[in-house]
């Protein structure tokens, strides 16, 4: 490029020629107004501190020493001297550790088996064609409005004659493929293009290559979000793992941690440092898996 060239592409601004100030717009171009722009931080601001502001408190609790008044009016935010010696006080009062070693055990369970079992029920729905498809897939939305205590006296039956009570396995089971997890995926297959597949079945490529080279791989953010949730709800569950558990060695984390709450109500430095343990890998999941997260719940959107 000579300088020539540089000097049509870059042309000085002519001398008393007022600078434009970058405008705001919103997603469809038009014009944000300064004002408004300022209520959606506000607003934003305080939805924040809505979410955000009770696990900041409880990372602080847990973060005090036991001289420091966490009562005292006003609230100090930051504690004094910050120490981890709550932390260490969890593992020896309860083995932490254990429940959080089986909570893992469950929560990868419920991903590998709600992933799996999903994309190939959503695939179904979505892709094949059988007599009864329609039906099929209004009997899953319909199994997301059944709450889970109508159901949990025959679920606890079903794992008594299966002979599967105080084990893991019974934990495991009954939330193996969610509902909800198979209509996203459905919705996800339903917005590739058939045009692809068809030309692989042209090819040569059967129903399994096409599932596996062509339409999983496509759907990759959706897969995070069926992982996301299927971890958060086994990771959270508190009920079912309290019905079909006796045996403490196999107690889950959120139980572990209401032994502690039942245990010691009065320091609140102990609860908080145990709802942090809790809440970590949560936040460590999400943030591998945020990327995919954001892009997988509009491939996975509801659509006519």
Same mark, same amino acid.
């Given at each position: 490029?000579?300088? $020539? +060239? *540089?000097?049509?592409? *870059?042309?000085?601004?002519?001398?008393?020629? %007022?600078?434009?100030?970058?405008? *705001?717009?919103? =997603?469809?171009?038009?014009?944000?107004?300064?004002? =408004? !722009? %300022? @209520?959606?931080? $506000? $607003?934003? !601001? %305080?939805? #924040? &501190?809505l979410t955000v502001g009770p696990f900041l408190w409880q990372l602080s609790t847990s973060l005090r020493g036991p001289t420091e008044d966490i009562y005292h009016s006003p609230p100090s935010f930051l504690p004094a001297r910050p120490t981890l010696h709550n932390y260490t006080r969890v593992a020896d009062t309860i083995p932490v550790w254990d429940y959080a070693l089986n909570s893992l055990k469950v929560a990868t369970a419920n991903i590998v088996t709600n992933c799996v079992g999903s994309a190939l029920a959503g695939y179904a729905l979505a892709r094949l064609r059988f007599p009864g498809r329609r039906v099929t897939t209004l009997v899953f939305v319909l199994a997301m409005l059944v709450p889970v205590e109508g159901i949990v006296i025959a679920q606890f039956t079903t794992m008594r004659e299966l002979g599967l009570n105080n084990t893991l396995i019974g934990v495991v089971l009954p939330g193996a493929v969610g509902a909800m997890n198979v209509l996203l995926m459905r919705n996800a297959f339903r917005g590739l293009p058939y045009?692809?597949? =068809? &030309?692989?079945? *042209? +090819?040569g490529?059967?129903? @399994?290559?096409? /599932?596996?080279?062509? %339409?999983?791989?496509?759907?990759?953010?959706?897969?995070a979000v069926v992982a996301i949730f299927a971890f958060m709800g086994a990771w959270d569950d508190f009920l079912w793992p309290l019905i079909v558990l006796s045996d403490p060695s196999k107690f889950t984390l959120t139980i572990g941690l209401n032994y #502690?709450?039942?245990?010691?109500? +009065?320091?609140?430095? !102990?609860v908080a440092a145990g709802t942090v343990i809790a809440v970590a890998? !949560?936040?460590? #999941?999400? &943030?591998?898996?945020?990327?995919? /997260?954001f892009r997988g719940v509009g491939e996975g959107a509801v659509k006519g």
């Open positions: 490029m000579s300088a $020539l +060239d *540089v000097r049509q592409r *870059v042309r000085p601004e002519p001398p008393g020629t %007022a600078r434009r100030e970058p405008r *705001v717009t919103d =997603e469809h171009g038009r014009r944000v107004r300064a004002g =408004e !722009l %300022a @209520w959606r931080y $506000l $607003l934003l !601001l %305080a939805v #924040l &501190a045009e692809i597949e =068809e &030309a692989a079945y *042209v +090819d490529a059967d129903v @399994w290559q096409r /599932f596996l080279r062509i %339409a999983l791989p496509s759907v990759k953010g959706t897969l #502690l709450h039942g245990t010691f109500a +009065d320091d609140e430095r !102990l890998p !949560l936040i460590a #999941l999400f &943030a591998c898996l945020q990327r995919y /997260f």
